[in-house]
């Protein structure tokens, strides 16, 4: 579970002192910088605890180094040319481009040249909640094997992931003030980012998970679900209450529900969000309100959904 406090800053400064020290502050504090010219440096960023996403534009070339990058930092180069040397390899990027800076706790140095590029920081255990509730979870540590996206199909995916949290999400008041709205956008980039680069984090699942895919699990599973569906509970939150695995209660739910954990939940969120919609004062409420309480952050895809599910738009529902 995830509690979190949207924070957004702004940084603009032609010191090169006072760019070092934000930096360092912001993610090393070994990093180091330099450049042969006087720059001008802008960075905007919005923290919500389990990700962070910044827009960075800078005015002259710069040498970089890092020792040990907090989470794993994932860059869109919009316009700006990158070479990059990690690992006894570089690497050069240009605009569009998407990639890791390097594996988490190893260092990497990088020469940038003028231009802006996004840059997105995901904690890594977030990372660990999302690639456990897949049936196919290898225990232990994730580890990435390459640096660069699988194709540019999967990368194009990761900047529309990255889009949409920015534009839906965090470009949202009433939804960036829910933790279950922070929450679920911070899994579905750790989600995409497992998907676009290559890793360690599936293989078959074990005889036990089989086993424990039952219909007790399931059920304490939903119990625990009913319970505490107005907090921002994870797939390993879920798996804990039920007395099994990640990848066990992943199987229960599609072999019993033919759904996710995640899914199902968003279905008893939805249905909480009905009935607050049935009880609302008009006047007083709005189904953006309502929605985003309930975890769903964009106006459309819950209208499209409860639509389906209920037959009426829901304000015809808040208006009834």
């Not at 949202?172 to 998907?195: C, D, E, K």
């Not at 309100?289 to 015809?316: K, M």
Request: proline share 6%; aromatic share 8%; glycine share 6%.
């Amino acid at each position: 579970m995830t509690s979190s406090t949207v924070q957004t800053r702004h940084f603009d400064s032609w010191d090169p002192a006072a760019i070092h020290g934000f930096l360092s502050t912001a993610y090393d504090p070994k990093l180091r910088i330099r450049s042969k010219a006087r720059y001008r440096f802008t960075h905007h960023s919005v923290d919500t605890g389990p990700f962070t996403m910044a827009t960075v534009h800078h005015t002259g070339q710069l040498d970089m180094g890092a020792n040990n990058l907090e989470g794993l930092v994932i860059t869109h180069t919009r316009t700006a040319r990158i070479d990059r040397a990690c690992g006894g390899s570089t690497n050069r990027f240009g605009p569009g481009d998407v990639y890791l800076v390097t594996k988490p706790g190893e260092p990497c140095s990088a020469r940038w040249q003028p231009g802006e590029v996004e840059i997105c920081v995901l904690d890594l255990s977030v990372l660990e909640q999302v690639a456990t509730t897949a049936p196919t979870r290898r225990p232990g540590p994730i580890r990435f094997t390459d640096l660069g996206a699988v194709d540019a199909a999967l990368a194009r995916q990761w900047r529309n992931t990255t889009s949409y949290v920015n534009g839906v999400v965090l470009n949202n008041p009433t939804a960036s003030a829910q933790p279950l709205v922070i929450g679920n956008a911070a899994r579905m980039l750790a989600a995409a980012a497992l998907v676009a680069f290559p890793n360690t984090a599936f293989t078959e699942p074990t005889a036990a998970d089989r086993n424990d895919a039952s219909t007790a699990t399931l059920r304490r599973a939903i119990n625990f679900m009913e319970e505490h569906a107005d907090r921002d509970i994870s797939a390993s939150d879920i798996a804990g209450a039920a007395g099994v695995s990640l990848r066990a209660v992943q199987l229960a739910f599609r072999r019993h529900r033919g759904t996710t954990p995640m899914a199902y939940l968003r279905r008893i969120r939805l249905a909480r969000a009905h009935h607050d919609l049935v009880l609302a004062d008009p006047r007083q409420e709005t189904v953006s309100a309502i929605a985003s309480r309930w975890g769903f952050a964009s106006h459309s895809r819950f209208t499209a959904r409860y639509h389906a599910s209920y037959g009426v738009p829901p304000r015809e529902t808040l208006n009834a």
